[in-house]
């Protein structure tokens, strides 16, 4: 791979320059490395074997904890199983590693993959990921203790225009407040955003696990509200593919399907050993990641069907919060023909 790709498929998160914990600073170091696990094929793997005959593929994965059970069934070898030699990266943009073919299949926000397809990126939605309701929170100091009491305070928005500022404008709209009523910023994800709030920057936080439970942990936070409960439809995670892989090589599409969703349920229903993978790579706190963990568990569901009503539901609050021009057909950017049934993941996962 050269210096160029590298660069741009590499996550960088800006350093922190404030004094954090040491459980902080090693959560941002995880998720700046981006856990980079598999073998060293560079390129572009569609269509091209190893020398054992398995097929490359090249896949965009999360970073931090929503990356984590796949990652997890790398170790496992549920990949290498279905006959895949899979090379992990990180991608800033997964569309557009997606869409210039540095990577066949990628972890995606269902929004930018939504508008993407729908101006003519040559990519498809093949299935939801494991989890694709929102599992993002809304902390803020421990002093306060309602969403009605951030009236007049400044609230952290992670990206301006994305997913996460939708999250936190319906939830202080069911709360009666309005963007007059606070300062919205944004202020980054994951670690980013959970130093912002340490060091007094915003006074609550959109944000994803495991900073809710380590804010609790350490007592710099407080869970004010479940984004889940407030969107229960905005769909916030996707598999993309390039359109010439889902059209060269279907088959591969369908086996690494069926391993990512083997992998996530494998380490559903074993949570303690997934819990020593997660521990080892982020040295954390056990009883941090274990209260995340089990704060997700609700969500965690398994399932790669793709909602199409929930895919227009996404659209039209997009749309309605002045995020989104159009809303899109989902059927025109949808191709689920290569999904695995739940019976299908179950056994094999058990099977493993």
């Not at 990949?79 to 972890?107: K, Q």
């Not at 359109?243 to 380490?267: D, G, M, Q, V």
Request: glycine residues 8%; charged residues 25%.
């Amino acid at each position: 791979m050269d210096d160029a790709t590298r660069t741009h498929i590499e996550r960088r998160n800006p350093p922190v320059t404030t004094k954090r914990s040491r459980a902080t600073a090693l959560i941002g170091a995880v998720l700046s490395a981006g856990l980079l696990l598999a073998g060293c094929g560079g390129g572009s793997g569609s269509g091209g074997t190893n020398d054992s005959g398995r097929i490359k593929i090249t896949y965009a994965s999360f970073a931090g904890v929503t990356g984590m059970p796949a990652k997890f069934g790398q170790e496992k070898g549920f990949f290498e199983a279905e006959g895949l030699d899979v090379t992990f990266v990180t991608a800033e943009d997964p569309v557009a590693i997606v869409s210039s073919g540095d990577a066949e299949i990628a972890d995606c926000d269902t929004t930018s993959a939504l508008i993407a397809a729908g101006k003519g990126a040559p990519i498809k939605i093949v299935s939801s990921m494991y989890r694709h309701k929102g599992p993002f929170y809304l902390i803020s100091r421990p002093d306060i203790d309602r969403v009605e009491d951030l009236k007049g305070k400044t609230v952290g928005i992670a990206r301006k225009g994305a997913g996460l500022e939708a999250y936190v404008r319906v939830i202080l709209k069911k709360h009666g407040l309005t963007e007059k009523d606070v300062t919205l910023v944004p202020n980054g994800t994951h670690q980013e955003a959970y130093a912002s709030l340490t060091n007094g920057q915003v006074d609550a936080t959109i944000i994803h696990e495991p900073f809710v439970s380590l804010a609790e942990a350490e007592g710099t936070g407080k869970l004010l509200a479940r984004g889940w409960d407030y969107l229960p439809t905005f769909h916030t995670g996707v598999e993309i593919a390039s359109e010439r892989f889902i059209k060269e090589n279907p088959e591969a599409l369908k086996k690494f399907l069926t391993a990512y969703f083997k992998a996530a349920s494998y380490a559903k229903a074993h949570p303690e050993e997934y819990l020593d993978f997660v521990e080892k790579q982020s040295d954390v706190d056990r009883e941090v990641l274990k209260a995340a963990l089990e704060r997700e568990e609700p969500i965690w569901e398994n399932d790669p069907r793709v909602d199409l009503d929930d895919l227009r539901d996404t659209q039209q609050i997009q749309k309605d919060l002045g995020f989104q021009d159009t809303v899109y057909d989902p059927e025109d950017l949808v191709d689920t023909s290569q999904i695995p049934s739940p019976q299908e993941i179950s056994a094999k996962a058990d099977a493993r």
